[in-house]
Protein backbone atom coordinates (compact mmCIF):
# COMPACT_ATOMS: atom_id res chain seq x y z
CA UNK A 1 0.00 0.00 0.00
CA UNK A 2 1.01 3.77 -0.85
CA UNK A 3 3.17 5.33 2.80
CA UNK A 4 4.53 8.48 3.08
CA UNK A 5 6.58 8.49 5.97
CA UNK A 6 7.68 11.50 7.31
CA UNK A 7 10.83 12.61 9.34
CA UNK A 8 10.71 13.59 13.38
CA UNK A 9 9.63 16.71 15.16
CA UNK A 10 12.12 19.33 14.98
CA UNK A 11 13.06 22.41 17.12
CA UNK A 12 14.67 25.02 15.69
CA UNK A 13 16.16 28.30 16.56
CA UNK A 14 15.17 31.66 14.74
CA UNK A 15 17.39 31.92 11.77
CA UNK A 16 18.56 28.19 11.40
CA UNK A 17 17.50 25.93 8.61
CA UNK A 18 15.32 22.68 8.83
CA UNK A 19 15.65 19.62 6.67
CA UNK A 20 12.58 17.22 6.58
CA UNK A 21 11.96 14.43 4.84
CA UNK A 22 9.46 11.86 3.39
CA UNK A 23 10.22 7.77 2.48
CA UNK A 24 7.78 7.02 -0.20
CA UNK A 25 6.63 3.39 -0.50
CA UNK A 26 4.27 0.79 -2.25
CA UNK A 27 4.37 2.65 -5.51
CA UNK A 28 6.68 4.05 -8.29
CA UNK A 29 8.50 6.74 -6.57
CA UNK A 30 9.08 8.65 -10.17
CA UNK A 31 5.61 8.13 -11.42
CA UNK A 32 3.64 10.78 -9.00
CA UNK A 33 4.47 14.94 -7.72
CA UNK A 34 4.97 15.25 -4.51
CA UNK A 35 3.56 18.51 -2.12
CA UNK A 36 4.84 19.93 0.54
CA UNK A 37 1.76 21.57 2.96
CA UNK A 38 1.62 23.32 5.64
CA UNK A 39 -0.51 23.94 8.50
CA UNK A 40 0.23 26.36 11.61
CA UNK A 41 -1.64 25.85 14.78
CA UNK A 42 -4.88 25.92 14.54
CA UNK A 43 -5.09 27.45 11.09
CA UNK A 44 -5.83 26.26 7.81
CA UNK A 45 -3.34 24.36 5.08
CA UNK A 46 -1.02 26.21 3.13
CA UNK A 47 0.99 24.72 -0.26
CA UNK A 48 4.58 25.45 -0.01
CA UNK A 49 5.26 23.99 -3.27
CA UNK A 50 5.98 20.60 -5.50
CA UNK A 51 8.36 18.03 -6.73
CA UNK A 52 8.51 15.42 -9.79
CA UNK A 53 10.62 12.94 -8.69
CA UNK A 54 11.23 11.84 -11.82
CA UNK A 55 12.91 14.70 -12.52
CA UNK A 56 13.63 16.80 -9.71
CA UNK A 57 11.52 19.52 -11.19
CA UNK A 58 10.07 22.12 -8.56
CA UNK A 59 7.63 25.05 -8.22
CA UNK A 60 7.24 27.28 -5.95
CA UNK A 61 4.66 29.75 -5.17
CA UNK A 62 6.35 33.36 -4.41
CA UNK A 63 6.06 33.40 -0.69
CA UNK A 64 8.92 30.28 -0.43
CA UNK A 65 11.12 31.10 -3.55
CA UNK A 66 14.45 31.52 -2.36
CA UNK A 67 13.74 30.15 1.32
CA UNK A 68 12.24 26.27 0.18
CA UNK A 69 14.66 23.82 -1.17
CA UNK A 70 13.14 20.43 -2.19
CA UNK A 71 15.56 17.56 -3.49
CA UNK A 72 14.61 13.54 -4.18
CA UNK A 73 16.57 10.91 -4.00
CA UNK A 74 15.54 8.12 -6.16
CA UNK A 75 17.90 5.49 -4.57
CA UNK A 76 15.52 5.82 -1.46
CA UNK A 77 12.31 6.66 -2.82
CA UNK A 78 12.83 10.16 -0.37
CA UNK A 79 11.86 13.31 -1.11
CA UNK A 80 13.49 16.21 1.08
CA UNK A 81 12.26 19.58 1.82
CA UNK A 82 14.45 21.95 3.38
CA UNK A 83 13.75 25.61 4.65
CA UNK A 84 16.00 28.33 5.32
CA UNK A 85 15.97 31.22 8.01
CA UNK A 86 13.65 30.24 10.00
CA UNK A 87 10.76 32.47 12.25
CA UNK A 88 8.73 31.77 15.07
CA UNK A 89 5.58 32.10 12.01
CA UNK A 90 7.29 28.83 10.42
CA UNK A 91 5.84 26.94 13.47
CA UNK A 92 3.71 24.18 11.50
CA UNK A 93 3.50 21.05 11.34
CA UNK A 94 4.58 20.26 7.77
CA UNK A 95 3.12 17.18 5.18
CA UNK A 96 4.28 15.73 2.29
CA UNK A 97 1.33 14.57 0.39
CA UNK A 98 1.23 12.59 -3.15
CA UNK A 99 -0.97 13.13 -6.47
CA UNK A 100 -3.70 10.62 -6.38
CA UNK A 101 -3.31 10.56 -10.59
CA UNK A 102 0.50 10.89 -11.88
CA UNK A 103 0.53 14.65 -13.32
CA UNK A 104 -2.99 15.49 -12.77
CA UNK A 105 -2.94 18.09 -10.15
CA UNK A 106 -5.96 16.96 -9.47
CA UNK A 107 -5.71 16.59 -5.83
CA UNK A 108 -3.41 14.99 -3.07
CA UNK A 109 -4.60 11.34 -2.71
CA UNK A 110 -2.09 10.43 -0.10
CA UNK A 111 -1.14 12.37 3.10
CA UNK A 112 2.05 11.65 4.93
CA UNK A 113 1.87 11.59 8.69
CA UNK A 114 3.38 15.00 9.51
CA UNK A 115 6.07 16.73 10.82
CA UNK A 116 6.05 19.26 13.55
CA UNK A 117 8.88 21.93 13.20
CA UNK A 118 8.58 24.62 16.26
CA UNK A 119 10.70 27.79 16.47
CA UNK A 120 11.47 28.90 19.21
CA UNK A 121 14.67 30.78 20.71
CA UNK B 1 -2.89 34.45 -7.16
CA UNK B 2 -6.41 32.71 -7.05
CA UNK B 3 -7.72 32.99 -3.67
CA UNK B 4 -10.50 30.70 -2.61
CA UNK B 5 -13.61 31.90 -0.29
CA UNK B 6 -15.36 29.35 1.76
CA UNK B 7 -18.78 29.55 3.49
CA UNK B 8 -19.62 29.13 6.24
CA UNK B 9 -16.73 29.91 8.52
CA UNK B 10 -18.55 27.08 11.06
CA UNK B 11 -21.92 25.33 10.27
CA UNK B 12 -23.23 23.57 13.23
CA UNK B 13 -25.36 20.39 12.42
CA UNK B 14 -26.93 17.33 13.66
CA UNK B 15 -26.62 13.63 12.67
CA UNK B 16 -28.71 12.84 9.79
CA UNK B 17 -28.86 16.72 8.61
CA UNK B 18 -27.30 17.78 5.25
CA UNK B 19 -24.44 20.37 5.32
CA UNK B 20 -24.22 22.68 2.42
CA UNK B 21 -20.67 24.38 1.80
CA UNK B 22 -19.78 26.95 -0.73
CA UNK B 23 -16.42 27.85 -1.93
CA UNK B 24 -15.77 30.62 -4.05
CA UNK B 25 -12.53 31.99 -6.68
CA UNK B 26 -11.13 35.05 -6.71
CA UNK B 27 -10.87 33.99 -10.92
CA UNK B 28 -12.11 31.20 -12.47
CA UNK B 29 -10.65 27.98 -11.87
CA UNK B 30 -11.01 24.52 -14.17
CA UNK B 31 -13.72 22.23 -12.39
CA UNK B 32 -10.63 19.58 -13.54
CA UNK B 33 -8.25 20.97 -10.47
CA UNK B 34 -11.13 22.15 -7.86
CA UNK B 35 -10.79 19.28 -4.98
CA UNK B 36 -12.49 19.24 -1.58
CA UNK B 37 -10.65 17.74 1.55
CA UNK B 38 -11.70 16.63 4.92
CA UNK B 39 -9.25 17.03 7.74
CA UNK B 40 -10.05 15.54 11.46
CA UNK B 41 -7.84 17.04 14.38
CA UNK B 42 -4.29 15.92 14.72
CA UNK B 43 -4.62 13.89 11.15
CA UNK B 44 -3.61 14.88 7.54
CA UNK B 45 -6.60 15.90 5.05
CA UNK B 46 -8.01 13.35 3.12
CA UNK B 47 -9.06 13.66 -0.94
CA UNK B 48 -12.91 13.49 -0.47
CA UNK B 49 -13.67 15.15 -4.01
CA UNK B 50 -11.51 15.38 -7.17
CA UNK B 51 -12.76 17.36 -10.60
CA UNK B 52 -15.34 19.29 -8.47
CA UNK B 53 -17.61 16.25 -8.85
CA UNK B 54 -15.85 13.67 -8.72
CA UNK B 55 -15.48 11.02 -5.32
CA UNK B 56 -12.30 9.36 -4.41
CA UNK B 57 -11.55 6.36 -3.31
CA UNK B 58 -13.66 4.91 -0.53
CA UNK B 59 -15.57 7.92 -0.57
CA UNK B 60 -19.81 7.10 0.36
CA UNK B 61 -22.19 8.81 -2.07
CA UNK B 62 -23.46 11.06 0.30
CA UNK B 63 -20.54 13.13 -0.31
CA UNK B 64 -21.87 15.01 -3.91
CA UNK B 65 -19.90 18.00 -5.48
CA UNK B 66 -20.69 20.41 -8.22
CA UNK B 67 -20.25 23.82 -9.75
CA UNK B 68 -18.09 25.69 -12.51
CA UNK B 69 -16.29 28.70 -13.08
CA UNK B 70 -16.10 30.93 -9.57
CA UNK B 71 -18.68 28.45 -7.17
CA UNK B 72 -18.63 25.36 -6.19
CA UNK B 73 -20.12 23.40 -3.60
CA UNK B 74 -19.87 20.14 -1.30
CA UNK B 75 -23.11 18.65 -0.39
CA UNK B 76 -22.83 16.23 2.45
CA UNK B 77 -26.43 14.26 2.97
CA UNK B 78 -27.34 12.40 6.01
CA UNK B 79 -24.22 13.76 8.00
CA UNK B 80 -23.17 10.45 9.81
CA UNK B 81 -20.35 11.38 13.17
CA UNK B 82 -17.73 10.87 11.09
CA UNK B 83 -18.34 13.62 8.90
CA UNK B 84 -17.72 15.86 11.17
CA UNK B 85 -14.81 17.70 10.14
CA UNK B 86 -12.75 20.70 9.07
CA UNK B 87 -13.42 20.70 5.24
CA UNK B 88 -11.27 22.58 2.61
CA UNK B 89 -11.68 23.61 -0.99
CA UNK B 90 -8.40 23.61 -3.25
CA UNK B 91 -7.63 24.71 -6.45
CA UNK B 92 -4.95 24.22 -9.25
CA UNK B 93 -3.89 26.84 -11.44
CA UNK B 94 -0.57 26.95 -14.11
CA UNK B 95 0.08 30.18 -13.05
CA UNK B 96 -0.16 30.55 -9.32
CA UNK B 97 0.27 26.41 -8.05
CA UNK B 98 -2.22 25.46 -5.53
CA UNK B 99 -4.00 27.14 -3.29
CA UNK B 100 -6.28 26.09 -0.40
CA UNK B 101 -9.25 28.15 1.29
CA UNK B 102 -9.97 29.01 4.87
CA UNK B 103 -12.06 25.93 5.75
CA UNK B 104 -15.11 25.35 6.67
CA UNK B 105 -16.00 23.34 10.17
CA UNK B 106 -18.95 21.10 10.24
CA UNK B 107 -19.71 21.39 14.44
CA UNK B 108 -22.13 18.72 15.44
CA UNK B 109 -25.24 20.87 17.59
Known amino acids: QVQLVQSGAEVKKPGASVKLSCKAS????????IHWVRQAPGQGLEWMGI????????TFPQKFQGRVTMTRDTSTSTVYMELTSVRSDDTAVYFC??????????????WGQGTLVTVSS | EIVLTQSPGTVSLSPGESATLSCRAS???????LAWYQQKSGQPPRLILF???NRATGIPDRFSGWGSGTDFTLTISRLEPEDFAVYYC??????????FGPGTKVDMK
Open chain 1, 97 to 110: AREFDPGSMQGAGY
Open chain 1, 26 to 33: GYSFTTYY
Open chain 1, 51 to 58: INPSDGYT
Open chain 2, 27 to 33: QHVASSF
Open chain 2, 51 to 53: GAS
Open chain 2, 90 to 99: QQYDTSSGVT
